[in-house]
């Protein structure tokens, strides 16, 4: 019953006989399988709990060693690393001779590669080749060595290692992965060539191992970072034609399918997408499958067909992040159509439903952008307000804003630009909010406040240095308005104080920046 994980059922059977047969000799036995059903169960407390006892009212049992193994591997699971050690040494010397002495020393070494302290476990764990009984454990001990290296950056001897677990320890059962871990270390390293290489041997070589899907994912991997696109995935295709259910099988047929989609391929990207659906159902992302779907009818212009298919996300997915994006993709569509009536109500609805989805921040953008086309300023600021209220760090936030900032900076309403393109920077979104603050130094320059202008332009460098074109571009208006700052300054009449003034002036904006 244990092996089959019916533990509940297994402890039960094992307190009956404690209760029907008391004086037996195997009483010790159900102690230890009743500690075990909790083991089994991540109950660690339970199981500590029935060893102890057993320990304690039977002394002599033959299970001591085990039990006080498990009771050290408790330790382990609960993260008291000290506590299994001290609890592994205990074995070893009370019991050189059980067949846990050797498994226990291996253990004490491998808490250190638990605990992260991987220079540490490869130093201790290369010691027990040469103790005596650790013969058995060879393959357990080079392969605990090279992933200590490949942890701690020895990528050299992590593949030394590997590699003497595959000379040396035929029949392990460690082979295949030690094979692929040997691709993951040069893949790691950057050497994609050799770790193509290594997966292919171990395909070869370990074709029937579970572990063979990996090998292909790390392969296709492989191919991907050397520009290989096509034969990447080619590749995974054979995976997911082999192995459709592996751990890794669905996310190669979204890969698959984006390659397809980004080629137009649009009937080969549907035929993965399928296969997510079909193959596994219950996943969070057989709802974006079926999502991309309808993208894909969308893309070739079938919006009616792309409703449908929204409509079913809607019905059959029933999780708010899958509903309420679909919903807004009808609305979407709806728009694109010219069909704005029915595309505000549709977003309404989004909004309605799924207040807190982030899709309800599209659907806003979306009534407010239909509102600005139409020129109804009043709705139009309504969904924006209530955007900036319910969604104030989005994306679509950031663009609602950057948008009236444009509107009003090109009426030459600077004070009213100046206020919406702050609210769009106060949204950290990358580009949109680089550019509103690059935005906001043109409106000080417009406005002729040449320092206000260069704090503003400085600090899209500073605050957004990933956003190329808008630093560079700020960096280019900063010297241009402090050159504009210094021309008014030196047209000004002098004091006798006017070179300590200059001086200030000089340093303002930098004194801003740091204060802002």
Known sequence: LKEMQEYDFARKNYLDFISKYPSSGLVDDAFVGIAECHYGKNDFGQAEEWLKNMLK??????????????????????DDFDKARSGFDSVVKQFPSSLYAALARLQ???????????DVAAERLVKLINVRGMGDYHDEIYYYVGLSKFKSGDYKGSVESFQKLLEHQKHSKLKPEAALRIGDVHFKSGNFDA???AYKYMLNEFKDSELAPFGLYGWSESLRQLGREGEAVSVIEMLVERYPKSAVAEDCNQKI?????????????????????TDFPLSRQAPMALTQIGDIETMRGNYGTAENIYRQVMKEYTRPEHSSMAHFKIANNLYRLGRNQNAVKESLSVVNMYPKEGAASYALELIFNIYTEQQDAAKAESAGEKLLKSFPRTAP???VFLAYGRKFFEAGKYDAAASKFSKSVEAMQGDISAEAQKMLGDTYFAKGDFHQATVEYLRTVYLFPESHQWSAESQYMAGISSEKENQMQFNQPRREDGWQNEKSNRTG????ISTA
């Open 509 to 512: 904006c930098i004194q801003s």
């Open 397 to 399: 936030t950031a663009r």
């Open 57 to 78: 009212k039977y002394p002599q049992s033959i299970h001591r060693a085990y039990a006080n193994y498990l009771l050290a591997r408790i330790s382990v699971l609960v």
């Open 108 to 118: 004490r070494e491998i808490t250190y590669y638990r605990q992260k302290r991987y």
């Open 195 to 197: 770790a193509i290489a």
């Open 257 to 277: 399918a984006r390659y397809y989609i980004e080629k137009s391929e649009y009937d080969r990207a549907v035929v993965f997408l399928r296969k997510i659906i």
